[in-house]
């Protein structure tokens, strides 16, 4: 079997056996549903943080305006606001057809207000030339911020959060619902992803991530190509987090939408888990994280906190480089690094990027 | 090299049997005799404290109905279980927490978390899958205008929580010849769910009187100071301070006050009890007024517990420490349940919903009778002073056991 066919048959295992988890295991709807958006969240991450280097604390904001944009339109399309804030919410059901219409014109527009956000944020942070520290310091602030913000403003309820309609019945299960939007959301952007990290893009990034100074002094843009990564991260949180909104069903402002302690912090831990700056790492990083995660929450009640830090310790020891970092390091042929025979001795580290 | 192989081999392994472990062992929710109930409780995170009361007030429960050897639904008897879940204090991992309760487990009756956030996480989901909660710690009034069927609500709402010291304020001010519309009030809580209806039901009150507003500060969730509140507090002097902040916020308005030596005629609290604010500052509690559902001094009974000293002596001979009322409510719940399994005869979900609905019931905590949005409409608010280091009961006056002292003395004369 070629590499070609290899890959093949592992993408259409996963392909087939994601679309029929939900009817596989019809109890877990909703977590594997959740694991997709741990996969999202990892993958992400990484595309500033592990491919271009930038180490970012604040990705959840996007998440966030994801979620409020689209529980905003959903509210503003079906309901008289003045009558929705007198009464706090106490509305009929939504048609199906006034369900889907909100959450996924709210979704589209979380997309468009995440991108014109992201870019403005870039152009205070990115395009000013916030770096290392700097830059991670910067972002952990917008996470916080952005909580506190939703938390005082009534428009959006405040510290009282959001309620997101009850999920009408004659649309089928929820759970699947809410999986397949996940799934196909998470796919699309692994596969924009996979093609962008092939390109020149995907050289680029590296390279700032590898020497920024350098990369620049080669002529590459390095501003606009880390907008860009910025951008698309914010894109892809904030659809997500506008079908989550719905998902969860109760959006709190610092809890839910910018749960900076939470979210924000499993997103990196996941990608550092599976291997920051490698296509799989976050993808792998997130499954392990988030069924672990599941497990010492059944098992181990009350300690599952102490057994989740111990094994990110474990991690951290053992495979400082990541799942899929110590597996390149392991076997580098696996991953198209061919090692000649003669350097193999010399160089033990083996495989760039 | 090779040892690290292992590991990691070893650990997919692990994790991927514990998943297939996970996915084979589905609990009914009735298993041969016992009746399960399923609850996602704060153990850890902000609302531990009282998430632990919460659990207490649900386990003592479980515990006296085996005692008194089960509950009879139909011709058969079952003993009672709880499965619990901790949702860290956040409205989403309880929402995720119904949904494995409902679905993977197969409970069919859910007790409520603890708090307005976890409860509004709980109930859409509860919602769609038609399963009952009983919940007798989520007292945010949006948690009953939202049509929810299946959600039922032992205590009081929150707007009501302390509504009645503006009342209490109000008469003084007649007492003594002043006009009610000339009162100043000031408000600070914190910013959530809970808190933020204890502000609106304050406002309310304080609108029907024609009183001012003149401090309406919001404290942020990680409560650690108000200073800020109180300093303006000693500029602007109002009439009356409420403060609502869950344990935390009731700790530290008593803490600050007598630290700053604020004087202010009147601080009203919810929470007292629940942060101990009397054992914890002693003298300087004195004069608080506290919000409660519940407390031991009542005279409600029932069946289960007697009389509500006696579920408050039960409760301390198990637990060490006197039942706040976040216990009590919980306890409760169960009853309620409880009840209504009884009545149904049955344990499909559409008629226990049904039979919840019809309840009528005293327990120890009080009557229990909800409207049609699920909240129980037939047990007041009460409010109690602490005086010399006692919760007395001063207001509404059907249950007052002694006079409000007002305006609070002066620090200087304390």
């Known amino acids: ?93 939504l048609q199906p057809g ?48 952005a909580g506190e913000i939703a938390s005082g403003w009534d428009y959006i309820g405040a510290g009282s959060g959001m309620v997101a309609p009850v999920f009408p019945e004659r649309l089928g299960e929820r759970g699947a619902f809410f999986y397949y939007i996940f799934f196909i959301l998470t796919v699309i952007l692994f596969l924009t992803l996979k093609w962008l990290y092939a390109g020149r893009f995907g050289l680029a990034i590296n390279a700032i991530r590898d020497d920024e100074d350098k990369a620049e002094a080669m002529g590459i843009r390095t501003t606009r190509y880390k907008m860009t990564a910025w951008c698309i991260s914010a894109l892809f949180l904030a659809v997500a987090g506008g079908a989550a909104g719905h998902l969860v069903g109760f959006i709190d402002p610092t809890e839910v939408a910018f749960a900076g302690a939470t979210f924000g912090v499993w997103m990196i831990l996941m990608a550092i888990l599976g291997g920051k700056g490698t296509l799989w790492g976050p993808v792998v990083g997130a499954v392990i994280f988030y069924i672990t995660q599941e497990v010492f929450w059944t098992y181990l009640f009350g300690w599952q906190r102490v057994a989740m830090g111990a094994l990110i310790v474990g991690i951290v020891v053992f495979f400082p480089q990541g799942i899929m970092g110590w597996m390149r390091e392991r076997w580098p042929e696996r991953f198209g690094h061919r090692v000649e025979e003669s350097t193999l001795s010399s160089s033990a580290e083996g495989g760039g990027p | ?94 929402g995720q927490l119904a949904d494995r309760l409902i679905k993977q487990d197969g409970i069919k009756f859910i007790l409520g978390p603890y708090g307005s956030g976890p409860t509004k996480g709980m109930a859409p989901i509860t919602e769609k899958y038609k399963i009952p909660m009983v919940e007798g710690n989520g007292a945010s009034r949006a948690l009953f205008n939202k049509g929810y069927r299946y959600l039922f609500a032992v205590l009081t709402t929150s707007e009501q929580y302390l509504a009645e010291s503006i009342n209490l304020l109000a008469e003084e001010f007649k007492k003594q010849g002043r006009d009610p519309s000339t009162a100043k009030v000031a408000i600070a809580v914190e910013n ?42 000693k500029a602007l002097r109002p009439d009356a301070l409420i403060v609502s902040g869950h344990s935390k916020g009731a700790a530290l308005a008593v803490r600050q006050t007598a630290q700053m030596k604020v004087d202010v005629p009147m601080l009203a609290l919810t929470h007292c009890e629940a942060a101990d604010v009397v054992g914890k500052f002693g003298g300087d509690a004195n004069y608080t007024l506290c919000a409660t559902q519940w407390a031991p001094t009542m005279t409600y009974k029932d069946d289960w517990f007697g009389f509500a000293g006696d579920y408050a002596k039960r409760f301390e001979a198990e637990y060490g420490y006197v039942p706040p009322y976040q216990a009590a409510e919980s306890t409760a719940s169960v009853l309620v349940y409880v009840d209504a399994l009884q009545r149904a005869g049955s344990f499909d979900t559409e008629k226990v919903r049904d039979a ?36 007395i009961p001063v207001a509404p006056s059907k249950f007052a056991a002694g006079q409000v002292i007002y305006p609070r003395p002066l620090w200087r004369d304390r």
């Open chain 2, 192 to 233: 959530d769910p809970f808190s933020m209806d204890i502000r609106a039901g304050v406002i309310e009150d304080a609108k029907r009187y024609g009183m001012k507003v003149i401090i309406d500060d919001k404290l942020p969730k990680e409560l650690t100071d108000m200073t800020a509140t109180l300093t303006k507090v």
């Open chain 1, 98 to 145: 006034e369900y889907l219409s909100g959450l996924f014109l709210g979704m589209g527009a979380s997309a468009i207000v995440a991108v014109i956000i992201g870019a403005v944020l870039g152009l205070c942070i990115l395009a000013m030339g916030m770096r290392g520290q700097y830059f991670g310091i910067c972002t952990l602030g917008l996470g916080v911020a």
């Open chain 2, 1 to 94: 090299m090779l040892s690290k192989g292992k590991i990691l081999i070893a650990l997919v392994v692990a994790v991927a049997a514990v998943g297939l472990v996970v996915a084979t062992t589905a609990v009914a929710k009735v298993e041969g005799d016992t009746i399960i109930f399923g609850a996602a409780v704060s153990f850890t995170g902000k609302y531990s404290t009282n998430g632990k009361h919460t659990k207490n007030g649900y386990d003592l429960a479980v515990k006296r109905l085996n005692e008194m050897g089960g509950v009879k639904v139909g011709d058969k008897t079952y003993k009672v279980e709880i499965k619990y879940y901790d949702d860290e204090s956040t409205p989403a991992r309880a």
């Open chain 1, 1 to 93: 079997m070629n590499s070609a066919e290899r890959n093949a048959t592992i993408y259409g295992a996963i392909l087939i056996a994601s679309l029929a988890a939900p009817w596989v295991l019809p109890a877990y709807q909703t977590q594997l549903a959740f694991l997709w958006i741990m996969v999202l969240f990892a993958l992400t991450w990484d595309l500033v943080g592990g491919q271009m280097g930038y180490t970012s604390f604040g990705n959840i904001v996007f998440f966030g305006i994801g979620m409020y944009v689209t529980a905003v339109i959903q509210r503003n399309l079906h309901f008289d606001i003045k009558e929705y804030v007198h009464v706090a919410g106490a509305v009929d059901t």
């Open chain 2, 356 to 391: 919840i609905a019809a309840t009528k019931l005293e327990t120890f905590y009080g009557w229990v009778d909800f409207d049609d949005t699920g909240k129980n409409i037939a047990k007041p608010m009460v409010l109690r002073q602490v005086q010399k280091g006692v919760y």
